[in-house]
Nanobody, 124 residues
Framework: VQLQASGGGLVQPGGSLRLSCAAS????????MGWFRQAPGKEREFVAA????????YYADSAKGRFTISRDNAKNTVYLQMDSLKPGDTAVYYC??????????????????WGQGTLVTVSS
C-alpha cells in the first residue's frame, strides 16, 4: 500500500488543520493506522492511532482533547483533525499503517508502511 499525507501548512497558534492520509494500491480496511510526528532535532513520536474498524482510538497525552483521528475505509483515507494548535505541535506529520498488528501499538517500528510526511508549522 502507498500512503500520501497532505493538509499541512502554516497556522497561527490556536488555529486548526485537518491532515489527510490517502491510501492507494490496497484497501486499508485491514490496517491499523496511525499518525506520528517529528520535530527538528527530535525523535519521531506517536500522535494517534485507530483500529481497523475505527472503534478503538488512542492518543498521545499531548494530543488528547485537541486532536481527533478518524478513518473512512470506503474512501481509503485516514484523517487527523488538529485543533487548538500550539507552537510545540510544529513538526513533520507522518501517517503509517500495518496489517499484521494484532494489538494497536504506539511504537513506530511496528508500522510497516509510511507516507512521505506533511509539514505543520504553528507560528504567529
Amino acid at each position: 500500500v502507498q500512503l500520501q499525507a497532505s493538509g499541512g501548512g502554516l497556522v497561527q497558534p490556536g488555529g486548526s488543520l485537518r491532515l489527510s492520509c490517502a491510501a492507494s494500491g490496497r484497501t486499508i480496511s485491514n490496517y491499523v493506522m496511525g499518525w506520528f510526528r517529528q520535530a527538528p532535532g527530535k525523535e519521531r513520536e506517536f500522535v494517534a492511532a485507530i483500529t481497523r474498524s475505527g472503534s478503538g482510538i488512542y492518543y498521545a497525552d499531548s494530543a488528547k482533547g485537541r486532536f481527533t483521528i478518524s478513518r473512512d475505509n470506503a474512501k481509503n483515507t485516514v484523517y487527523l483533525q488538529m485543533d487548538s494548535l500550539k507552537p510545540g505541535d510544529t513538526a513533520v506529520y507522518y501517517c503509517a499503517g500495518d496489517y499484521t498488528m494484532a494489538v494497536v501499538t504506539t511504537a513506530a517500528r511496528r508500522y510497516g508502511y509510511w507516507g512521505q510526511g506533511t509539514l505543520v508549522t504553528v507560528s504567529s
